[in-house]
């Protein structure tokens, strides 16, 4: 390979090239990796937001735990309470989450809000359902 003669053209073939090299070396050198690995005690969970947010430190839900639904608190850590998704959680909001059961709740370590249709089917029907219910107490303010 070669550079094309044109300043402008090489920067972006130097940039092409350097980005090919991390895609080829970045999996082999384990760069990226510890995303995918979870802490020894964390858990995967799905959850639909059953009640109103009051404390957003302590959100009501409806948790799936290994095919498992139960009614706990989700306990935002102080980075997730800083993230924006949580800032703006609503009833019926679906999420996946990364975390511990405590006594208390949930301990929540990382967040996703996903489409309820990606939720487990154990938590599909309650998800409709909430939104069914949202959505006709929205109809009467709406004309």
Known sequence: MHAP?????????AIRAAISLWCLF???AGIDRPSLVLADDDVIAFAVVSE?????ARIPAKVAIEGTVVDLKLLASHQILANPIWKKLE???AMKLEGQKVPEGFHVNSVRVI???MLPMTLQGFAGDCLLRKAL???P???
């Not at 044109?6 to 920067?11: D, L």
């Not at 109103?52 to 957003?56: C, R, V």
């Open 5 to 13: 003669p044109t300043s402008t053209a090489s920067r972006h073939w």
């Open 26 to 28: 970045a999996p082999i």
């Open 52 to 56: 109103p947010p009051k404390d957003t």
């Open 91 to 93: 009833i019926c909001h």
């Open 115 to 117: 489409d309820s249709a």
């Open 137 to 139: 107490d929205l109809a």
């Open 141 to 143: 303010f709406v004309d």
